[in-house]
């Protein structure tokens, strides 16, 4: 086994889209370890606490008029004229990677360990040493067409400090109200439309001493991680689908194990968008964003060895932890495959709990049946009695509910 | 059309039961439309190639995909059914389509939404780009190539979809193209556009897009079938054809119509009138009779003509002698039109009556009209208040038995069984509706469950069992009609409590009640239903479909309330005769003893699983203010069948009172349940509580409090609802509603709702600091998906705040 590390520089990290076209950042042997580095996409929300000084998040995030270091931010055209910029943020996550996997082949599944995270410190002297996250609550939020008070609508960032001492906790330290920023490149951003604009704090006023008392249990995890589809060449890192992406379930977090059916050539694993925390449902549109540094095994496991282990018969992710096995049942199930050309528009029209209960519900029946070899009459009487179903999220165009059945039930574990 | 218009009472399973001539539905029924989804994800690798064959055998298509390891991923949207008009749209990876070969069938239309497909026939092969359409008739030898995932619209309909119009498409000999120009495009768009929306049409709009898209088509193939020349002058033809029809339909109850009549109103001669018709293959004689026998077999089903006589009905059709029309009648469809609306009446009500649940929304509407009608059971003014042993003043028990508990339905005007005073304990029992899925563990022994449960020739005990009528008057299931399931303990009087106030109901111990037959002495069971209103119903994987099972599962409780749970066997339900002589095929009345010999069970099931306990009330319950009495299967304001496993020992719930005294009732205990309880039923498990009542009064910190509110030691769960007080909202309706209207969207907005709410009110946060909380630190949940009101809860963590 060796150990390599990934560090996010301008040139290991892609923005806003996965695909297959990428070159890979690192070869890796299944089995291997890797530490990489994630630094999250809200670092502008507040420069000095999240980026000055960092030289890394420095030149990631550099834009001025004559150079950006990173053009592209989504999935959308490269070339201009632009609405929003280059990509257009159809996707917003700052992804590391891709890494390759050697070996690794359509059909194959990889599995990726999280053996650790923890937080990048802020770099600026001001702050050395502590952490900082940011939480807005952006125009694709759940409440974002439904507030009880004025202005409405409205966007609102709320930056927090994460506690590393135990039990850690997460506390905000201030909030602001979106105003219109101007980009570098001369394009306004009334709302939140494109990923990294600096916001220029002498346009905003910030408001101190909210959630005061308020002290939010720490979930670190990692919001975006998977392999690169195959359907198309880039993919928006919004909407989750069978590679995993944006999954956004805070139990992606140390010691959880993921499965993702490998859909492209060496599988491309890219990880980002961590969060200090995060509610089932992610309601508001984001978690507390924060730049999180994990440490990660991947085993691959050939599609001879599938049959007999969790992976028999599996196109979709899977979490395993110590306590649960969880499915995850999508608005669509493959939206790449399914919504045909316009996909990345298509789904934003698709979002639907009750859609993503029913693809749960299928997973599971399916796991029950597939993996632990009980009758459908068995798997969905197991269900109803001692499986929990919950809403992952609100707020990535494909919503998610994933179904979890604990460990224990079986006896073997 | 009228015929489904009229049947809108009904589910509409039923009605596309009854709709389909020939019974031939695609498959499973998905939110009550004849819509037949397919995902490969659902399937186990070994049965996904076949479930993906069967999907598209209903279309027609066969494909080259392997049947065993097909571990491509597929999917198809379908509605409609097969004696008509199917419209689809499929995802489908690199394979080969064929044709299966049909009598009776239309050709097929495949439209590639993104791709391009190849088509290779006998004579020749051509492409087919995105946004073209190939016409291929089903009967001729052709190839469809799929070089990788794609999507297609598909469509294709049965003869009998024309009524008899099927001008101009016998000599359809190889596919052809539709191109994307002229009256071709308008078909195409029309195509895509109905493919795109197809779950979200609802049945009357589907109803029109039904009609529409077959005209369009049956004009397309004539101009693509037919060769360049003469193609306009045929198109021109089977419109002139389709305007016939059209005036036969509008006229069918005119006993003199003639041949002659059509040809004047269309301004043709009558000869060339017969010598379209015979070019169709028929005489217009034979036609108009065909049609006048179908407008005949139709009025004698319509819900809203059933009284009129069958007379009357043959001359509404145009027929002039009743004899006569018996006899061709009876010949057409193989009885006499008085026996065919008898037959058809008893299927009506087998079916409606096997999968209806709660109020039909129609006898909702005819009941207002009427007076009130009488509960019936322990009504205020026919029952003795219970002997209650009052150990201090302050300490009650509650005992269950057919004079202390109330079956499927809450009400206003129930006599209260206990009376106490806020601050008091309350020691009560509960039994499980489930006990009679095996009489032998649960009831046998047990003089509660013994007296609940009785049912002889002559009597029950507790007769209502739903908040139906009295007299079965809607499907004769029993007195309550089984709106309502639940057995009830209660209602216990609040002293103080009035409308306004909140009553804190706190769990502070549970136990489950051990079994009564000394042949178990001392062992603890359970029951759960998989029934058919579970959320598996609609789409099993394997036969026989639909099937509900019953598990009985044997609880090992330890001494700190966890424990674990076994099945110990599971059977098939098979229909039970009821004492009183009705027969349920389905699990549709509570308490209908199972009788063992009509059984087969199944062992050992579930083996080498332990399920962890989680012992709670599904219900608890203050009566509610709007309707009398209530179906207690959807939960409201009112709390009811909340089916949270949070609510057990330790948790307290808050409800909103309603009515002088609050009206508590509590049941449905469950031994453990998943969030979600997917199969329509927890782990049933009569059990015993020690309850604390309080009334909080007007004013305090909960007085804005509209919804059951459920506090553990560590957490708040508050209880969104897709509907969070639909007695309100829908009015009279309300009970037969909210049935149709469930939606997790709903639900999940509710609670987003109540959540801001409660931390804006409760914890003095502002609307910005309240969202930014719940995305960072509440967990929203699904809490059930089966009774009716869908419910979704938030979970906040008291730690959050110091």
Known sequence: ?413 | MLLRTGLAFLPSQVQYKLTGASDAPVGTLDQGMNIRQFISESYPLDTRGNAWRDVLAALSLRSDAPGQDFDQFAAALIRGQAEGVLLGKLTATAQTLTPIPRKGRLPLVLMPLDETIDVTAETAGFPVAPGEAVVLPVDKAWEVVLHQNTNLAVFCLSETALHGQRFGLSPLTAPVTVAASGFGNVFLQSLRAAAAELDSLNDMEWQSVEQVIPDLFLTVVVSVSSSTADASANASQAALFSRLTLAIERRVAEADLSAGRIARQEGISERYLQKLFEQNGESFTHYLRERRLQHARMALVAPDELRIPVSEVAYSCGFTDAANFNRLFKERFGLPPGAFRTNHLKSLMEMANAEQRGWPVKALTDRKAKKRSAIGGAQADETELADIPDTDGTHHVLPANSRTVHWGYFSRSLRPVLEISSGDTVEVETLTQHSSDDPELFIKGDAAAEDVFYWDADRKNVDRRGAGPIDASIYGRGAGEGFGVHVCTGPIYVNEAEPGDVLEVRIDDMVPRPSGNPDYDGRYFGSSVAAWWGYQYGELLQEPKPRENIFIYEIFPDGDGSGFARAHYAYRWTPQKDPFGVSHKTYDYPGVPVDPATIERLSPVLSDISIPLRPHFGVIAVAPREADPVDSVPPAYFGGNIDNWRLGKGASVYLPVSVPGALLSIGDPHASQGDGEVAGTAIECSMTGRLTVIVHKKGGIFSDLTYPLIETPEEWVLTGFSHPNYLAEFGAKGQGEVYAKSSLDLAMKDAFRKTRRFLMSTHGLSEDEAIMLMSAGVDFGVTQVVDGNWGVHAIIRKSMFL
């Open chain 1, 1 to 413: 086994m060796a150990h390599h590390t990934l560090p996010a520089t301008a040139e290991t990290v892609h923005w806003g889209y996965f695909s297959k076209m990428l070159k890979p950042q690192l070869t890796i042997k299944s089995g291997d370890r890797v530490t990489i580095e994630t630094i999250t996409h809200h670092a502008n929300d507040d420069h000095a606490r999240m980026i000055a000084g960092d030289a890394a998040a420095e030149e990631i995030f550099h834009w001025t008029a004559e150079e950006k270091t990173i053009k592209r931010r989504g999935a959308g055209p490269e070339d201009g004229p632009y609405q929003h910029g280059s990509g257009e943020g159809l996707g917003v996550h700052l992804l590391t990677g891709p890494v390759e996997i050697e070996g690794a082949e359509p059909g194959d599944v990889l599995e990726v360990r999280i053996i650790d995270a923890y937080p990048r410190p802020s770099a600026n002297p001001e702050y050395k040493g502590r952490f900082f996250g940011s939480n807005p609550s952006a125009n694709w939020g759940f409440q974002y067409n439904d507030y009880l008070e004025e202005p409405k609508p409205r966007e609102v960032v709320t930056i927090y400090e994460l506690d590393m001492n135990e039990p850690t906790t997460v506390s905000a330290v201030y909030s602001y109200l979106w105003t219109p920023q101007t980009d570098p490149d001369g394009i306004e951003h009334p709302t939140i439309d494109y990923p990294g604009v600096r916001v220029d704090h002498e346009t905003i006023e910030k408001k101190e001493g909210i959630l005061s008392g308020v002290k939010v249990p720490a979930r670190l995890h990692f919001g975006t991680m998977g392999v690169a589809p195959e359907e198309a060449d880039f993919v928006s890192t919004i909407p989750p689908s069978y590679t995993g992406g944006n999954m956004d379930d805070w139990r992606i977090a140390k010691g959880a194990r993921m499965f993702y059916p490998v859909a492209v050539p060496g599988a491309l694993f890219s990880v980002g968008d961590a969060h200090a925390s995060q509610g089932d449902s992610e309601l508001s549109g984001t978690a507390i964003e924060i730049s999180l540094t994990g440490e990660f095994e991947f085993i691959l496991h050939k599609k001879a060895d599938l049959p007999g282990t969790v992976m028999e018969g599996l196109n979709h992710p899977l979490l395993e932890n110590d306590d649960i096995w969880s499915v995850y049942g999508f608005s669509v199930t493959n939206y790449l495959a399914e919504l045909g050309p316009d996909h990345q528009y298509e789904i934003l029209k698709s979002s639907s709990l009750d859609n993503a209960m029913r693809d749960a519900f299928r997973k599971l029946r399916r796991f029950l049946m597939t993996v632990h070899g009980l009758s459908e009459d068995e798997a969905i009487s197991l269900m109803s009695v001692a499986a929990d179903f919950g809403i992952t999220q609100v707020v990535d165009a494909n919503w998610g509910v994933h179904g979890s059945i604990r460990k224990n039930v079986f006896k073997c574990y």
